[in-house]
């Protein structure tokens, strides 16, 4: 290797293995591509009114209720996700590939076709949505279908990152636990469930990010009431037609709830 495709901290004594110099001015631009439009709507904000904006009663109703959905669409994605990742990674079927696209398919649907979808499925007049009615429970249109809405989207990431980790991690240990007699249930609890931790928190992290900011699916399957299916992207697009210092304001705040999230949750590996 030459000098050129390494570097060795001068303090630290870590060494960088495999990243060509010319790396670093591209990741330079691509880092700046993702904070100059942050810094962009900062500079936009008008602080002298910026606690006025961000805690009208519109937008805390808005900001509570979209953590609130996004904490319970999280839960969900963990309770789906963690068996579907599974199952693609410790199984083999036919038809394992169109199944693992099928899955995987709202990562690349435009989120109002997702809601269309949805809409499609639990609406009024959709495939199920008729029997929800005779039994009296009404989905679209209410905060279950924020919820619903937010699920959709969000799952993908949490299957994608559990199924990585699994495969990852091979299933060795898995094989060995179970010929010195543990119980599938065991092996699931004792060791695929700590093997898989680090990729399970991530994968809930990304979860419950890509919830709190889903606009689109929502708007499309749950509509728009204040206190019951407004979220702050919702919001954030109403103001934006009418006040652009909130709207700017209430954009600024939930990238701010969505960076503590992710800084306060994710800690790569191998840092202390």
């Known amino acids: 290797m030459s000098r050129s495709d390494s570097h060795t901290g001068p303090h630290d004594g870590r060494v960088t293995l495999g990243v060509p110099r010319w790396t670093l001015p591209v990741a330079a631009l691509g880092a700046l591509f993702i904070v100059l439009p942050i810094v962009g709507m900062t500079l936009r904000v008008d602080w002298s009114r910026f606690g006025a904006l961000v805690t009208s009663e519109?937008?805390?109703?808005?900001?509570?209720?979209?953590?609130?959905?996004?904490?319970?669409?999280?839960?969900?994605?963990l309770l789906f996700g963690v068996p579907m990742a599974l199952g693609l990674a410790r199984s083999r079927f036919p038809g394992q590939r169109?199944?693992?696209?099928?899955?995987?398919?709202?990562?690349?649907?435009?989120?109002?076709?997702?809601?269309?979808a949805l809409l499609s499925t639990f609406g009024r007049r959709g495939l199920l949505g008729e029997t929800f009615e005779v039994l009296g429970i009404q989905i679209a249109f209410s905060t279950t279908a924020v919820v619903l809405a937010q699920t959709f989207v969000a799952l993908p990431f949490l299957v994608l990152s559990v199924e990585a980790t699994l495969r990852a991690s091979g299933a060795r240990f898995e094989a060995v636990a179970a010929t010195l007699g543990a119980?599938?249930?065991?092996?699931?609890?004792?060791?695929?469930?700590?093997?898989?931790?680090?990729?399970?928190?991530?994968?809930?992290?990304?979860?419950?990010?890509?919830?709190?900011?889903?606009?689109?699916?929502?708007?499309?399957?749950?509509?728009?009431?204040?206190?019951?299916?407004?979220?702050?992207?919702?919001?954030i697009y109403l103001q934006r037609e009418t006040d652009a210092d909130a709207a700017v304001a209430l954009a600024l705040l939930l990238v701010a709830v969505a960076l503590i999230v992710m800084v306060a949750t994710h800690r790569p590996r191998g840092l202390s």
Do not use: H
């Open 58 to 77: 519109a937008a805390v109703a808005a900001l509570l209720l979209s953590l609130r959905t996004a904490m319970m669409s999280t839960v969900l994605c």
């Open 98 to 116: 169109l199944v693992r696209a099928v899955v995987l398919l709202p990562l690349v649907l435009p989120p109002v076709v997702g809601g269309i």
């Open 183 to 235: 119980t599938p249930g065991t092996v699931f609890r004792r060791v695929t469930l700590p093997l898989v931790l680090p990729g399970l928190l991530s994968g809930a992290v990304l979860a419950f990010a890509r919830a709190l900011g889903e606009f689109g699916a929502t708007l499309t399957f749950a509509g728009s009431l204040q206190g019951v299916t407004r979220t702050l992207p919702l919001e």
